[in-house]
């Protein structure tokens, strides 16, 4: 009888401790559990945050740039600084006469087509966009990562540009409207860094070499890439030119020799149509 009661009270205890050590574990497993949920949503909040700097980057840097700066934790790139970049001008030759007496909505509608078909050519050949501003593209290189042959990529983008345009072109004089594409390339020193607040920043340049480029796209007539002396130099004849002559900007005291990159046979779609000036 006693020895029955003892068996009993035996297995009670081991049913007692089974039950113990089974709950000590599911609080453990649990604790774990939470712990790692919390190093997961942790961890997600991270990648949530690096995916929002990337898409802020990438507004105005190429996708490859942006992905580094951000992987690397090197956004004080960004920061306030002075360098030698290259800048690109381009905009149309007659878009001010184009929307004196387009609507709107058409006016629109051909600015998509138009950035639609130029702007993947910046980070194509990664450069840094500054602006789109009407018809009107200001485009960069050189900063803030520092890339090899800056200024032979920018007179090649210009001309990819200039190609592209072309095929817009055609498409545009049959429905009636007069529009061309000119652009125009400087090299010098700028200041850059970010500007705006933090809903919304973006990164530009400031200098003299802004002013020269935006000039010289003024200038440009209808299938022109207008360069600066300093920018037909250093492309050590990688891209032929042919020299325009000494030409006096507005806003510049000083007359700024200027170069050409000719039109090519595929290219016919442009003629020369004078008074290049500057898109309202």
């Not at 690397?72 to 001008?89: A, T």
């Not at 001309?159 to 055609?170: D, S, T, W």
């Not at 130099?233 to 990159?261: C, D, H, M, W, Y």
Request: proline share 4%.
């Amino acid at each position: 009888m006693e020895s029955g009661l003892f068996t009993c009270q035996m297995r009670e205890r081991h049913r007692f401790i089974a039950i113990f050590r089974l709950r000590e574990n599911a609080l453990r497993f649990q604790a774990c559990a939470l712990g790692w949920a919390s190093r997961l949503e942790a961890r997600v909040a991270e990648q949530v945050e690096e995916l929002g700097r990337v898409g802020r980057l990438k507004r105005f840097l190429a996708p490859q740039l942006a992905e580094m700066i951000v992987s690397k934790g090197d956004e004080k790139i960004l920061e306030s600084h002075r360098r030698e970049i290259v800048v690109v001008f381009c905009d149309l030759r007659g878009y001010t006469a184009f929307t004196e007496t387009a609507e709107p909505e058409e006016v629109l509608d051909f600015l998509r087509e138009y950035h639609g078909a130029l702007g993947p050519l910046v980070s194509q050949f990664e450069g840094t966009l500054d602006e789109f501003s009407g018809d009107g593209i200001m485009v960069f290189f050189n900063d803030p990562v520092p890339i090899p042959d800056p200024a032979e990529r920018a007179v090649k983008m210009a001309m990819a540009m200039r190609e592209v345009a072309g095929k817009l072109i055609v498409d545009w004089r049959e429905r009636g409207r007069d529009l061309g594409f000119g652009a125009g390339i400087a090299q010098g020193y700028a200041t850059l860094g970010q500007i705006g607040f933090s809903e919304r920043s973006g990164y530009t340049a400031i200098g003299t070499v802004c002013n020269v480029a935006a000039r010289l796209c003024a200038e440009a007539k209808d299938g022109q890439i207008l360069l600066s002396q300093r920018v037909n130099v250093v492309l050590r004849e990688s891209v032929a030119t042919e020299q325009i002559g000494a030409l006096a900007l507005k806003g510049l005291t000083q007359p700024v020799v200027a170069f050409n990159v000719p039109l090519v046979g595929s290219q016919a779609a442009f003629r020369v149509i004078e008074g290049g000036a500057p898109s309202a």
